[in-house]
């Protein structure tokens, strides 16, 4: 407990860790968060906790909201990883992808070791805002951390590489990025994003391995505030997401497959499938 907090503020904090220990849904724990944010002295442990969980809460369809209650997290806290790379994502449901690099950038700062950090950074520069130098020394980053195991990080790369200036089709930029193309697709030779980039980069069929070794994944692929979460309520989230109107409006703007993610569909997806 908080020195100086009030006999409410921590009864109700006890009440909320209680429900979020219990799985308990967010009908019922989303109004006793508002209650803590409003009752509990700003930047204190039991306003943090309101704000940051408000946050994801509203992250998904209010992602305005949800940089409203960031701001009170990192007022508080500015070296915290977790809520720069929320509030990047945030900023990318929205279509502010400079904000979103201005914010991806301060949560690998924050956190240089966490590889997704350097992904959705590179990926954006990239594809967003059609910076691909930039982008290059993020995505590779990424993908000495996470490797073939991780095809979307391998398709990020190769899609930078090949689009580098003076680097792209008929360069020597091209042969390190068939490499890596033609590594990634032994692993996984169906997967949608290396497909569309073999047709583009005009690569031949290749045939998978056999038994393709996969090692232990070694990082987590994000880590954002821990929340009890139900694999059943992971798997609406993410449906959500495939349909919710502000990313597909984010694929069409940038041109990209159906199925290639965009960096707010997948950091939220990761977020789902990390919850216990």
């Not at 968060?33 to 369809?61: F, I, M, N, T, V």
């Not at 930029?173 to 980069?201: Q, V």
Request: contains cysteine; hydrophobic residues 40%.
């Amino acid at each position: 407990m908080s020195h100086g907090e009030s006999t409410a503020t921590r009864r109700l904090r006890e009440q909320i860790e209680q429900a979020l220990a219990s799985s308990r849904s967010r009908k019922v724990l989303e109004p006793l968060l508002e209650r803590l944010a409003a009752l509990a002295a700003p930047g204190s442990e039991s306003s943090l906790l309101a704000h940051r969980h408000l946050a994801e809460y509203r992250l998904q369809d209010h992602p305005w909201r949800a940089l409203l209650h960031l701001k009170h997290v990192l007022k508080a806290r500015p070296d915290d990883d977790v809520a720069h790379a929320m509030q990047g994502l945030a900023h990318a449901m929205s279509g502010h992808y400079r904000s979103a690099v201005a914010a991806y950038r301060a949560a690998a700062a924050a956190a240089p070791e966490n590889p997704w950090y350097h992904h959705n950074l590179g990926h954006i520069l990239d594809v967003a805002l059609d910076q691909p130098a930039p982008a290059l020394p993020h995505l590779r980053a990424a993908f000495a951390t996470l490797g073939e195991e991780e095809p979307e990080v391998a398709a990020s790369l190769v899609h930078c590489l090949a689009r580098l200036p003076g680097r792209g089709i008929g360069a020597h930029g091209r042969g390190e990025a068939l490499a890596i193309l033609s590594s990634a697709r032994r692993r996984h030779p169906k997967h949608p994003s290396l497909l569309e980039l073999a047709t583009k980069l005009g690569a031949g069929p290749i045939a998978a391995d056999a038994s393709p070794r996969r090692s232990p994944r070694a990082v987590s692929p994000i880590h954002l505030q821990p929340r009890a979460r139900s694999r059943k309520a992971a798997a609406e989230s993410r449906e959500r997401v495939e349909e919710d109107p502000v990313i597909v409006a984010i694929r069409a703007r940038l041109g990209a497959h159906p199925t290639r993610f965009d960096t707010a569909n997948e950091i939220w997806s990761r977020y789902c499938e990390t919850q216990p």
